[in-house]
């Protein structure tokens, strides 16, 4: 089992910037590949980033490509979502996932583990 709990979401202006973490716990933290979902209000839940257990493969969604940046601190059994030049259209609850498949948080589906989420609201 893997328990994954998000924090650092919140309120913040178009263009500013904002870190999510998502601190894991049960498994060994290098033992899983990791990622990041949204959901904003009346959509589909769609894939933001992932990250391999070694942190040797990450993919991102084209429309964060070049503005958000997914890293994994081992030592502190963490990921982080580094969120730049935020858009109004990246508002949603942001939901940290984890699976022993790559592929599985890459397409957002059949994810094993998931965290509650945490809010993110970009302001225009």
């Known amino acids: 089992q893997v328990q994954l709990v998000e924090s650092g979401g919140g309120l913040v202006q178009a263009g500013g910037s904002l870190r999510l973490s998502c601190a894991a716990s049960?498994?060994?933290?290098?033992?899983?590949?990791m990622g990041w979902l949204r959901q904003a209000p009346g959509k589909e839940r769609e894939f933001v980033a992932a990250i391999s257990w070694s942190g040797g493969t990450i993919d991102y969604a084209d429309s964060v490509k070049g503005r958000f940046r997914i890293s994994r601190e081992y030592a502190k059994n963490t990921v982080y979502l580094q969120m730049n030049s935020a858009k109004p259209e990246d508002t949603a609850v942001y939901y940290c996932?984890?699976?022993?498949?790559?592929?599985?948080?890459?397409?957002?589906?059949?994810?094993?583990?998931w965290g509650k989420g945490t809010p993110v609201t970009v302001s225009s």
């Open positions: 996932a984890a699976d022993n498949l790559y592929s599985s948080v890459r397409g957002g589906t059949s994810v094993a583990y």
């Open positions: 049960g498994r060994p933290f290098g033992t899983y590949a």
